[in-house]
T-cell receptor, first 108, second 115 residues
Framework: GEDVEQSLFLSVREGDSSVINCTYTDSSSTYLYWYKQEPGAGLQLLTYIFSNMDMKQDQRLTVLLNKKDKHLSLRIADTQTGDSAIYFCAERWNKFYFGSGTKLNVKP | SAVISQKPSRDICQRGTSLTIQCQVDSQVTMMFWYRQQPGQSLTLIATANQGSEATYESGFVIDKFPISRPNLTFSTLTVSNMSPEDSSIYLC????????????FGEGSRLTVL
């Protein structure tokens, strides 16, 4: 299988920016995704980026893709307590491969 | 987008018993999937539920342990058979979206605890 790796934890203060990083192994991926999982809930698609793009911005969310280094990041501007959740990156090649998730803790 | 309902949302089960999880989608979908999410770990694909034929299982998962039904394009069930504590996990139903971006939509998950 493919390896999609993320750091397990990130802690930030409310109002700061959060940056969640992800590395993946398959350069054939067509789309890369960021999902959010709140406690007791399923995964919710936050945003995605097509593999021929370098950056995508969507309100407080900025996705950066470095294909050379196979590195994907999600930046959340002005992080709020409601952003506390687990964030999964995923790549889609022939099937979906998910990272282990980064637990974001936002301190008031 | 698709709205996916799973039942039960959580259950506590005894070792050796079996439990069936139901997944209902609000629209007809071709591709339905069952994932397992063990604590602190990534999502692992168990199988693809095919309408009108047997499910396609991933390496490490077998039909005797995880029988799947897919009687129509809006419904599927996953049974976890002869459960052991190692089966304690969240089981997620998902469907493939119809947009070009092809994202997965997920149900709320079914959290099973096996004693």
């Amino acid at each position: 299988g493919e390896d999609v790796e993320q750091s397990l934890f990130l802690s930030v203060r409310e109002g700061d920016s959060s940056v969640i990083n992800c590395t993946y192994t398959d350069s054939s991926s067509t789309y890369l995704y960021w999902y959010k999982q709140e406690p007791g809930a399923g995964l919710q698609l936050l945003t995605y980026i097509f593999s021929n793009m370098d950056m995508k911005q969507d309100q407080r969310l900025t996705v950066l893709l470095n294909k050379k280094d196979k590195h994907l990041s999600l930046r959340i501007a002005d992080t709020q307590t409601g952003d506390s959740a687990i964030y999964f990156c995923a790549e889609r090649w022939n099937k979906f491969y998910f990272g282990s998730g980064t637990k974001l803790n936002v301190k008031p | 987008s698709a709205v996916i309902s799973q039942k039960p949302s959580r259950d506590i089960c005894q070792r050796g018993t079996s439990l069936t999880i139901q997944c209902q989608v609000d629209s007809q979908v071709t591709m339905m999937f069952w994932y397992r999410q063990q604590p602190g770990q990534s999502l692992t694909l168990i199988a693809t539920a095919n309408q009108g034929s047997e499910a396609t299982y991933e390496s490490g998962f077998v039909i005797d342990k995880f029988p799947i039904s897919r009687p129509n394009l809006t419904f599927s069930t996953l049974t976890v058979s002869n459960m052991s504590p190692e089966d304690s996990s969240i089981y997620l139903c998902s469907v493939l979206g119809l947009e070009n971006t092809g994202e997965l939509f997920f149900g709320e998950g079914s959290r099973l605890t096996v004693l």
